[in-house]
C-alpha cells in the first residue's frame, strides 16, 4: 500500500483527542456515571488516552472497558481467515452506566454494530455514545459519531491507517491507496 497523504501527525492526534474529552465532558456535564469502552485493537488506546485527560481535567478516575468485537462482525467470515479473538476486558456493570465507544476509524458502520451487540449482551446501559479519531464517510448502516476528531472524505479504494506509538511506534493518520 502506498502512503498518499499524512492527515494527522502526534501533535494533532493529542490536540484533538483533548478536544474530544472536552466535549465528552461538556455533553455529559462532567464525568460521573461515564465508563469509556474502546475497541480493540486502537480503540482501546484511544480511550486510554481520554481518560487520562478526563483524569487531569475533572480529578476522577472513569473506568476503562476494552472490547473484542471480531465473533460479532457480520462479516466475519469474509474478513476472517483465522481470526485472532481476543478477551473483552469489561469487569464491571454497564447497567444504568453512560458509556462511551471509542474507536479509530468509522466506516461503513460494521464495526459499531457488533459492538453495540457486544455491549448489549453485558447489560442494559442508560446511554451509549461514540467516539472516532477520523469519520471517512461510505455508511453503509445507519450509524453517527457523536465525538468526530477529523472527517476525511475517501475514495472507496483509500484506506485510513492510524498508526499509534503503543501499537505501531508512533503516532499518526494516513491515507494510503490500496
Known sequence: MKI???IMDAAAIKRTLLRLTHEILEKNRGAENLIVVGIRTRGDVLAYRIIQHIAEIEKKEVTLGVLDITLYRDDFERLYEMPEVRDSDI??????RHVILV???????RTVRAALDALMDLGRPARIQLAVLIDRGHRELPVKADYVGKNVPTALEEQ???????IDGAD??????R
Open 160 to 166: 485510513i491507517r492510524v498508526e499509534l506509538e503503543e
Open 103 to 109: 474507536d479509530d476509524v468509522l466506516f461503513t458502520g
Open 172 to 177: 499518526r493518520v494516513c491515507v494510503v491507496q
Open 91 to 96: 469487569p464491571f456493570d454497564i447497567t444504568g
Open 4 to 6: 498518499k497523504s499524512e
